[in-house]
């Protein structure tokens, strides 16, 4: 088994829509309208009919495992990451890999790693806060200031939107919660998240990093 396994050279996959010339800092205002970024795994040294390979993207809060794809002919593949994970991932410094597993009865090998910049935004957006009864939402960042309206956004079996309110001051912000959106949802992880958006103008949402809650 170490005999074959030194055949292997699992080099790095890319994402595609990166930039630079070492593809290593990615824009999300390059992927807006984009459903999806693509992470591409090489025809590595030793890929062979049956090998089952995933993509592990990790941002330092969450890791994100893709679907598990078997390789028929090898060469390319193509692996995608969702939107939401993108968003989460903005102004942090994210590491993708893929594992590659040779049959059912032996360890998973792990390729070596893309170190991916995932630029910032005007505001650095964390994570909404959720109270303790679930009922509301509550969102406060640095530098808040009058001029943006912010909105929640609550990724569950539907995706809902809150009404827009607009920033006072540097104070949190409240929004309630109807109870129809989390009795929907039991049993269910929902994603939360908010965007702010300068006041009167169509630039792209800014967006917050996501709040994972199970209910």
Do not use: C
């Not at 995608?80 to 890999?97: A, F, G, M, Q």
């Not at 505001?123 to 406060?140: G, H, N, Y």
């Amino acid at each position: 088994m170490t005999a074959e396994l030194k055949t292997f050279n699992l080099v790095a996959p890319k994402v595609l829509e990166a930039s630079g010339a070492d593809g290593k800092r990615l824009n999300f205002n390059d992927v807006y309208n984009s459903t999806h970024v693509n992470v591409q795994v090489p025809h590595y040294v030793g890929m062979l009919n049956g090998h089952e390979v995933r993509v592990r993207w990790t941002n330092g809060r969450y890791k994100y495992d893709s679907e598990t794809l078997t390789v028929g002919t090898p060469g390319l593949l193509n692996f995608k990451i969702p939107r939401l994970e993108v968003i989460d991932s903005i102004d942090s410094l994210v590491t993708v890999n893929y594992s590659v597993r040779l049959n059912p009865d032996v360890p998973l090998i792990i390729s070596k790693s893309l170190s991916l910049n995932v630029d910032e935004q005007v505001f650095d957006l964390p994570e909404p806060r959720l109270s303790a009864d679930r009922q509301k939402v509550t969102v406060k960042f640095l530098n808040m200031t009058p001029g943006y309206t912010i909105r929640i956004r609550w990724h569950g079996v539907v995706i809902r939107d809150t009404e827009s309110q607009a920033i006072q001051n540097s104070s949190s912000m409240a929004f309630d919660i109807p109870a129809n959106w989390i009795k929907e949802n039991t049993g269910k992880t929902v994603l939360i998240n908010y965007s702010v958006r300068r006041s009167g103008s169509n630039d792209n949402l800014m967006l917050s990093r996501l709040r994972r809650i199970t209910f």
